[in-house]
């Protein structure tokens, strides 16, 4: 079973930003909190990673709770491009081999 | 970045024949390959990993004399779908590793009428 637990849908307005959260009150200590999207009927695509510390990319912020129990993906400015099904997978290794239900965000103009 | 490619993008198939599904790394080496399927409004579920050279390790559930799957170079991996039911109709990802790095292929939409 996932170890997250996402809401399953959410609305966002074009040029906002969306903060997607998620939950993974059972992670351990040295377990990543992974991020992913998938655009309809195509491959996930990487978003972004981190350990404890917040961290940012030119796609996404991550802003990872002091005791690590969850985590909230910022789609800075989305546009409508960004809407896919967004998964947060924790693990130990590189490989994502349990995939929880994601939350559809949909970005309306 | 890494570049995978999948052949074919969809395929419709008649129940009872076989389905053969491409995917290649382009521009780097797998060592591993993941192969996943997804239901249609349900999220990626495992079916099996390859190492090249080695048989394959399948998920529980998951048949191996059903899903072929030949990891033969770093390059390439096939999953062949045998005798597809409607059942089987699905979409299927693979996903190369290079080092501690995966990457996932574009996906095959598998139709069995």
């Known amino acids: 079973d996932a170890k997250t637990t996402q809401p399953p849908s959410m609305d966002c307005a074009e040029g906002r930003a969306a903060n997607l959260p998620c939950n993974h009150s059972?992670?351990?200590?040295?377990?990543?909190v992974y991020w992913y999207r998938q655009i309809h009927s195509q491959g996930p695509q990487y978003i972004i990673h981190?350990?404890?510390?917040?961290e940012t990319n030119e796609m996404a912020s991550l802003i990872i709770t002091e005791d690590r129990k969850s985590s909230t993906l910022i789609l800075p400015h989305a546009t409508l491009r960004d809407t896919a099904v967004y998964y947060c997978i924790v693990g130990e290794g590189n490989y994502q081999l349990i995939w929880g239900a994601g939350t559809k965000l949909i970005i309306k103009p | 970045g890494a570049v995978v490619s999948q052949h074919p993008s969809r395929v419709i198939c008649k129940s009872g024949t076989s389905v053969k599904i491409e995917c290649r790394s382009l521009d780097f080496q797998a060592t591993t390959m993941f192969w996943y399927r997804q239901f249609p409004k349900q999220s990626l579920m495992l079916m099996a990993t390859?190492?090249?050279?080695?048989?394959?390790?399948?998920e529980q559930g998951v048949e191996k004399d059903k899903f072929l799957i030949n990891h033969a170079s770093l390059t390439l991996s096939t999953l062949t779908v045998t005798s597809a039911h409607p059942e089987d109709s699905s979409f299927y990802i693979c996903s190369p590793v290079d080092g501690d790095t995966q990457y996932f292929g574009p996906g095959t939409r598998l139709t069995v009428l």
């Open positions: 390859s190492n090249e050279g080695s048989k394959a390790t399948y």
């Open positions: 981190g350990l404890k510390n917040n």
């Open positions: 059972t992670i351990s200590g040295n377990e990543y």
